[in-house]
């Protein structure tokens, strides 16, 4: 008995310290992509800062790096949002 006892013991520390948060922390950042809006002001992974243009429907979104300059990014590459726009009335 004693045996299976510090395997479980240690499972269930691992789950708690390392899986639990990664799961939370996965949800957060899928919520945020699934939010964003045109004129939300992001982060890339890459380090690059831009306004998104436009939201498309297969996981794209163009993003504004300046004047006149866009680029297609996917919505997972995303890593935080500056700003937010307020959603139209």
Do not use: C, W
């Amino acid at each position: 008995m004693e045996q299976l006892l510090f395997p479980v013991l240690i499972f269930g520390i691992m789950y708690f310290l390392l899986i639990r948060p990664q799961q939370k922390k996965m949800k957060a950042h899928q919520a945020m992509v699934t939010g964003l809006r045109r004129g939300d002001e992001v982060v890339t992974q890459g380090g690059l800062i831009g306004k998104v243009t436009k939201v498309k429907d297969a996981n794209e979104v163009e993003v504004e790096l300046a004047q006149g300059v866009t680029v297609r990014v996917v919505q997972s590459t995303i890593a935080q949002v500056v700003s937010k726009t307020e959603p139209a009335a």
